[in-house]
């Protein structure tokens, strides 16, 4: 079974910075088409950045010029590296593929927590 695994994630203060890696097992995505999201507390999942097949990258607005998305290779699908890290940046962060229709099952995401 196709299996997503987030991690990288902790406490970082503010200001600071984190590295997280998406890698997948037991299969593969269907399409190069990727993306990473986060769910904060009591919130809707949301985008944060999309990697295209052509390798743009896009980021949401909120972490645009902060944060920065790359595609990795085999078993490491990819990477986000976060900077200048906000409080409002605290969620549980996930990858997959970016339209629904190519997404494998959810992974359980890896916890970004940012305070003083």
């Known amino acids: 079974q196709v299996q997503l695994v987030e991690s990288g994630g902790g406490l970082a203060q503010p200001g600071g910075s984190l590295s997280l890696s998406c890698k997948i097992s037991?299969?593969?995505?269907?399409?190069?088409?990727m993306g990473w999201f986060r769910q904060a507390p009591g919130r809707a999942r949301e985008w944060v950045a999309h990697i295209a097949p052509s390798g743009r990258v896009d980021y949401s607005m909120p972490v645009k010029g902060r944060f920065a998305a790359s595609r990795g290779d085999a078993d490491l699908l990819m990477t986000l590296h976060m900077s200048a890290l906000k409080p409002e940046d605290t969620a549980v962060y996930f990858c997959?593929?970016?339209?629904?229709?190519?997404?494998?099952?959810w992974g359980q995401g890896t916890q970004v927590t940012v305070s003083s």
């Open positions: 997959n593929g970016w339209r629904q229709s190519d997404r494998v099952p």
């Open positions: 037991g299969g593969s995505l269907t399409s190069n088409d």
